[in-house]
């Protein structure tokens, strides 16, 4: 079992919002007991040919929460997404709430701070953020209590946020069928995903787990929602008893042989500044860099 504080009598409600674009899901977790919520993981729209901003994925969640008529308190990066833009400092505009990432996100600043060649001016510290979370803090969402977890591999400053009986795992683990996500980014290191993921897995059977992104392997219809007991039982990289060393073999091969994401470039350079877009030229235009062997 966990050390972290876990409450399963507090059941959140979530809504999730399902990105076809980018295969993301981000949520908004409600207190049962009050207005506050918290949104996870949210997306921004690229059209990356044109490079046009839209924002249709954060205004479908802007316009719940109003009709709900709920209140922001936090917005949650489960880590430096390398497939999305994150829409948080959009949706904070409109809505409120505070921004929050893994203390770790300084690191994943410092490298991509020189894979993009920035200058000085770029902030290496996270204070684009309002919250740097450490391994087992904790903060509110209304009367329920979030707790961080850190469980690096993917990146160094992936987090787990357990609120209640839902965790939300990042790209720590996928669906059953799907496994766990890649290690080779940057900072990323397979043994250090598999400890991770074995961190989640100590956490109570009946713990819902939320994922950060589905593809419906086998053509399968898009899930997002499983338990701590079916990815223990049927996770097809680490269920069954696998072992570190298992993993580690598997999944060394396996990203040896993928493609990098769609949106790395755009990502990184947009999340690290905490979803803002780089600052404009003299002359207001806005430019994304692009890197040339440099991943």
């Avoid at 939300?168 to 669906?175: A, Q």
């Avoid at 947009?270 to 890197?291: C, E, I, S, W, Y």
């Amino acid at each position: 079992m966990t050390d972290y504080p876990i409450d399963m009598s507090t059941r959140p409600e979530i809504k999730a919002f399902f990105d076809e674009g980018t295969n993301t899901i981000s949520y908004v977790v409600k207190d049962p007991a009050s207005s506050a919520c918290a949104v996870i993981d949210s997306v921004m729209d690229i059209d990356y040919a044109a490079g046009r901003i839209t924002y249709d994925h954060a205004d479908a969640i802007i316009a719940y929460v109003r009709d709900k008529r709920l209140t922001v308190e936090w917005l949650i990066e489960t880590h430096v997404h390398a497939d999305h833009l994150s829409a948080a400092p959009y949706i904070q505009r409109v809505l409120g709430g505070k921004l929050g990432i893994g203390r770790n996100i300084t690191v994943v600043q410092e490298t991509f701070g020189k894979v993009f060649n920035e200058g000085t001016e770029f902030q290496r510290d996270g204070s684009q953020f309002d919250r740097l979370f450490d391994d087992g803090d904790t903060y509110q969402i209304g009367g329920m209590t979030g707790c961080a977890m850190h469980t690096p591999g993917h990146t160094p400053a992936c987090m787990t946020h357990v609120i209640g009986d839902a965790a939300f795992v990042g790209d720590t683990l996928f669906m059953p069928d799907s496994g766990s996500a890649r290690a080779d980014f940057p900072g990323g290191d397979a043994g250090t995903l598999y400890n991770s993921i074995h961190k989640v897995l100590a956490l109570p059977d009946d713990m819902r787990l939320f994922m950060c992104h589905d593809y419906g392997p086998n053509g399968r219809d898009i899930r997002w929602e499983t338990t701590v007991r079916d990815e223990k039982a049927h996770n097809i990289h680490v269920g069954g008893g696998k072992t570190r060393e298992e993993f580690v073999a598997m999944r060394e091969a396996r990203d040896a042989t993928l493609d990098m994401p769609r949106l790395i470039l755009p990502s990184l350079q947009v999340n690290m500044r905490a979803g803002q877009l780089p600052p404009p030229d003299k002359d207001g235009r806005t430019f994304l860099k692009l890197p040339v062997n440099a991943l």
